[in-house]
């Protein structure tokens, strides 16, 4: 699967950013969509998930200010960002699950976020 990421930028504190994610390719049975985010000098860390049936799923670090929405039968997955901090500042990546007995985790290429008056 290849995932194609977009709609990173350089924001204010406080701003939004809305990431996109399109993927394509062979896809057998697309099962889980979101985004992990790796800031510098740290490690990737997950910061939210949706099923195909719509479950999301949030990092504390973001709930309440991050939304994630998913269009699979376009298989694309969406990340709007909301009263962004210094804090989030990274790379974010888009994640995908396929696969039915054997599942497969595949990673777009990452957009960088920067928060920074």
């Known amino acids: 699967v290849q995932l194609q990421a977009s709609g990173g930028g350089l924001v204010q504190p406080g701003g939004s950013l809305r990431l996109s994610c399109a993927a394509s390719?062979?896809?057998?049975?697309?099962?889980?969509m979101g985004w992990y985010r790796q800031a510098p000098g740290k490690q990737r860390e997950w910061v939210a998930t949706?099923?195909?049936?719509?479950?999301?799923n949030y990092a504390d670090a973001v709930r309440g200010r991050f939304t994630i929405s998913g269009e699979f039968a376009e298989f694309s997955v969406y990340l709007q960002m909301n009263s962004l901090g210094p804090e989030d500042t990274a790379v974010y990546y888009c994640?995908?699950?396929?696969?039915?007995?054997?599942?497969?985790?595949?990673w777009g290429q990452g957009t960088l976020v920067t928060v920074s008056s």
């Open positions: 994640y995908a699950q396929d696969g039915g007995l054997e599942l497969r985790d595949s």
């Open positions: 949706i099923s195909h049936n719509g479950l999301a």
């Open positions: 390719g062979p896809i057998y049975r697309m099962k889980l």
